[in-house]
């Protein structure tokens, strides 16, 4: 289930979403690969945001802009998923999947 993010962007703004890795422990874990997709709520790609690549690191701060957050074409509703791959003592390129989902406000007089 993706976590509902409670602070709205607004259209065609920016908005900044920061993620940070934990191991199972809840240790603090810097990952080996991190990728991220920005789609609607049916999975459909917004402005082609797939697969983006981050440098790995305890957490990572994904902005979105402009288009990211246009409203006209493709409803209110967005999804960023992470996929990341790390090591702990259970294993090695263990995978980690999370998903936010968040509405972006549509202002009346943005064309």
Request: aromatic share 6%; net charge negative; no cysteine.
């Amino acid at each position: 289930m993706a976590t509902q993010l409670a602070v709205t962007a607004v259209e065609e703004s920016t908005y900044v979403i920061t993620a940070a890795f934990k191991d199972e422990d809840g240790t603090a874990v810097t990952p080996q690969t991190v990728v991220w997709t920005l789609t609607d709520k049916d999975g459909t790609v917004i402005n082609s945001r797939e697969d983006v690549s981050e440098t790995p690191d305890t957490s990572i701060s994904v902005v979105l802009t402009g288009d990211d957050l246009a409203v006209s074409t493709v409803g209110r509703t967005r999804v960023l998923t992470i996929l990341a791959t790390y090591n702990s003592d259970y294993g090695s390129l263990l995978k980690l999947k999370a998903a936010a989902t968040f509405s972006v406000e549509n202002l009346i007089a943005v064309t």
